[in-house]
Structures are given as structure tokens and as C-alpha cells.
């Protein structure tokens, strides 16, 4: 399955049904007078969140959605049909922007939630309505109101627990491959990652999950690489794993230019809990482990966690600082049975 987290669309409520014009006739009744009936509520656009979806790819081969719109009115005071509600679907974690994408109409953050995003249009008035003392015989109706329409954005912020982010080729791939069932690419150069990945974890009888981000650089909250789009994927994690290459030319700045880039995207990233994990240890002798860490410690006056994704070396100890960083009260991130497999959207 094709990964898609960005889609623009065109929705549109339904308008209202025409009011009748209509005049009662019966044999043996001697005064008739108007009886049309006033037209019907045009049909609502409507959003709801549903599980068991995890792309807007859907979104990219139907774009416009029209609720129909109330039927007419009828004689004998009938009044018209509505127009059924069209209700739009979509994943857990989507988010409805306006179409300049600088206002967040609408946000949908559990399974099961809905919205009344554009109310359909009110029928028109029959003539019966328009009756009065002076007026016996009124022949003039609404002709309905009119619905409303417009562009939006869909934007899927993925839900989860734990979010990895460091540069590319930090090793977070062989990361999430090692500690739950996912599937991501890995490769011996940068940007194997080209779109989010989410595994589980299975850890104390606890599940949390774990979503995979591609690699920042430097520059990316400008623009630059990749990463930067989808930052918005771990705006809602509880905690932040950093992964840094120990094997890299200077882990100390791969640390500083990582943490440069989540303060500069905003979202209050940088104030997320964070757990540092010095990956590819495996590869160095232990006093240069030791060395590292301790740079690393002091840079970021945190604990660093010497580890390895590919040998298994230190996850066990990575994964209970994860699991302790996230609220047992509130479980895991929200999200359908089908969470329990993970899932990779390629």
C-alpha cells in the first residue's frame, strides 16, 4: 500500500429543495387554498475518523465529494426528502486545513469520531407557508439555500508512542527492524527511509508503538532533504529515541544539528522527552564507546544508552526507558486491533 499523508479536496454540501407551489382541489370542499409543501434539507458533509486506515492515497483518485441536495416540496403540505449526509472517511490522526493550510479546522485524534464539516442548505418555504389574511392565494415559494463549498487539506499525523529521529543512516531502520515485526529498508546510504514506518512493541506485557521518520539534515526545517515533511508524524509521540552513529565523523554535532532541526520545525518538539541512543557500538572498541559516551553525556546533560540495532547490544535497556516514558495510565497511542500487526506503507 501506497504511503500518502498530504491530499487537497473539494467538498461540497448539498442545497436545499425548492418549496411547491400547489393548490388543494377535492370535490365537496368548497374553500381550497395553497398546500405546498416546503422543500428539503440538502445533505450534510461530514467527517469521521475510522480505524484500520493508515494512508490518505484514497484521497488521490477522489477529490471532490458532493452531498446531494433536499428534494422538492409537493402538494397536500408534503414536505421534500433530505439529501442523505456524505460522510467522508479518513485515518485516525488526520488533520482538515483550511486551503492556504495555515488554519487547522478540524482535528481527529480518536477511532469513531465525527463532524458536521459543512451543513447542507435549508428547503425553501411552499406557498402554503407564505398564507396569510390578506393573502389567501400566495403563489411565490423558496427556491432553497443554498449549500456550502470549499478546498481543504488533509494532512495524517500518524499516532504513536515513540518516535525515532536522527540523521541518515543513524541506524534507525535496523532499529525499528530488531525490536518489533516491521519491515523497513535498510542500505548502506542515506535516505533508505522515504516514507514513515510503525512497528510494535511488545515489552512487560506492554505494547507501545514506534514510528520510523527519514533522516534529518541540516537545513531541514528550511526545506532541505526530506525529513523536514514529515516532522508533523511525531508531533503527537510522548517520547523522542535520537539515535546517533557512533561510527560517524563527529556524533556530538549529528546530536546538535538533530536537536537544531526539531527546535527550529517548532511544535514544541524539542520539549519532548528524550531518550539518546549512541547506535553501531559494535563496531567500536569499548574505550571509544566510553569516550563517546561520556562527550555525548556532557553535551546534552542527559544519559546516553551505548547500543546496537544490528548485534542487539543495549535495546533491551533502550526499550525500558522508552516504555517508563510513556504514561502506563494511558496505555498506548490510540489505534484499531489491526495495530497489534504492524504495518509498512510501501
Known amino acids: 500500500m501506497h504511503f500518502l499523508d498530504q491530499a487537497k479536496i473539494y467538498v461540497s454540501s448539498g442545497a436545499g429543495g425548492p418549496g411547491a407551489v400547489a393548490f388543494r382541489r377535492e370535490k365537496f370542499i368548497e374553500y381550497g387554498g395553497p398546500d405546498g409543501g416546503n422543500g428539503g434539507k440538502g445533505g450534510d458533509i461530514v467527517f469521521e475518523a475510522v480505524p484500520g486506515l493508515n494512508t490518505l492515497i484514497d484521497f488521490r483518485y477522489t477529490q471532490h465529494f458532493r452531498a446531494p441536495r433536499g428534494k422538492g416540496g409537493a402538494g397536500s403540505n408534503k414536505t421534500g426528502a433530505g439529501g442523505n449526509d456524505l460522510i467522508v472517511r479518513v485515518p485516525v490522526g488526520t488533520q482538515v486545513l483550511s486551503e492556504d493550510k495555515e488554519h487547522v479546522l478540524a482535528d ?10 459543512l451543513r447542507g442548505g435549508d428547503g425553501g418555504r411552499g406557498n402554503a407557508s407564505y398564507k396569510t389574511s390578506t393573502n389567501r392565494a400566495p403563489r411565490q415559494h423558496g427556491t432553497g439555500w443554498p449549500g456550502d463549498a470549499k478546498w481543504v487539506w488533509l494532512r495524517l499525523k500518524l499516532l504513536a508512542d515513540a518516535g525515532l529521529v536522527g540523521l541518515p543512516n543513524a541506524g534507525k531502520s535496523t532499529f525499528i527492524n530488531a525490536v518489533t515485526n516491521a519491515t523497513a529498508k535498510v542500505g548502506a546510504y ?14 512487560h506485557n506492554r505494547e507501545f508503538v514506534v514510528a520510523d521518520i527519514p533522516g534529518l539534515i541540516e537545513g531541514a526545517a528550511e526545506g532541505a532533504g526530506i525529513g523536514d515533511r514529515f516532522l508533523g508524524h511525531i508531533e503527537r509521540c510522548r517520547v523522542l529515541l535520537h539515535l546517533v552513529d557512533a561510527t560517524g565523523d563527529e556524533p556530538v554535532e ?3 544539528i538533530v536537536r537544531g532541526e526539531l527546535e527550529a520545525y517548532g511544535a514544541a518538539l524539542e520539549d519532548k522527552t528524550e531518550v539518546i541512543g549512541l547506535n553501531k557500538v559494535d563496531a567500536l572498541d569499548p574505550a571509544a564507546v566510553k569516550t563517546l559516551t561520556a562527550k555525548l553525556k556532557r553535551a546534552s546533560k542527559a544519559e546516553v544508552l551505548p547500543m546496537s540495532g ?12 522508552l516504555a ?6 494511558d496505555g498506548a497511542a490510540p489505534r484499531d486491533e489491526a495495530a497489534n500487526e504492524s504495518w509498512s506503507p510501501v
Open 254 to 256: 549529528a546530536w546538535r
Open 190 to 203: 542515506p535516505f533508505t527511509t522515504t516514507r514513515p514506518q510503525l512497528g510494535v512493541v511488545t515489552r
Open 108 to 117: 481527529f485524534t480518536k477511532a469513531g469520531e465525527r463532524r458536521v464539516f
Open 310 to 321: 544490528a548485534s542487539g547490544a543495549g535495546l533491551e535497556v533502550v526499550l525500558d526507558r
Open 324 to 329: 517508563a516514558a510513556i504514561p502506563v495510565a
